[in-house]
């Protein structure tokens, strides 16, 4: 499974971007997808993910300004950025968890992560 980022750049304080990523490759079904953000000096943190039923987790530190659509038809994550602070400089990296039906018994589930994008917020 391939994960293909884009929408990632420079922006000011209080600018919106918008980052899309795109699944491909051979699996069944796209369990959850969302993205993660790790800024330097930093470890990789939770940014919002979307399940395939449309359910969403954001991050308290986003909530209200960031918002993440799905396109199943398309297996592509949407996150529009708004109301950006320089606190949101990071590479964001986008995430799937997918299952494959490998047998009649069973499936096989596993995750996958994007190459990352720059998003980075001028004070």
């Known amino acids: 499974v391939q994960l293909v980022e884009s929408g990632g750049g420079l922006v000011q304080f209080g600018g919106s971007l918008r980052l899309s990523c795109e699944a491909s490759?051979?699996?069944?079904?796209?369990?959850?997808m969302g993205w993660y953000r790790q800024a330097p000096g930093k470890e990789r943190e939770l940014v919002a993910t979307?399940?395939?039923?449309?359910?969403?987790n954001y991050a308290d530190s986003v909530k209200g300004r960031f918002t993440l659509s799905r396109n199943n038809a398309k297996n592509t994550v949407y996150l529009q950025m708004n109301s950006l602070k320089p606190e949101d400089t990071a590479v964001y990296y986008c995430?799937?968890?997918?299952?494959?039906?490998?047998?009649?018994?069973?499936?096989?589930?596993?995750?996958?992560w994007g190459q990352g994008t720059q998003v980075t917020v001028a004070a």
């Open positions: 979307i399940t395939n039923g449309g359910g969403t």
């Open positions: 490759g051979r699996f069944d079904k796209i369990n959850v």
């Open positions: 995430y799937a968890d997918w299952s494959l039906q490998v047998s009649i018994e069973g499936s096989i589930r596993n995750e996958n």
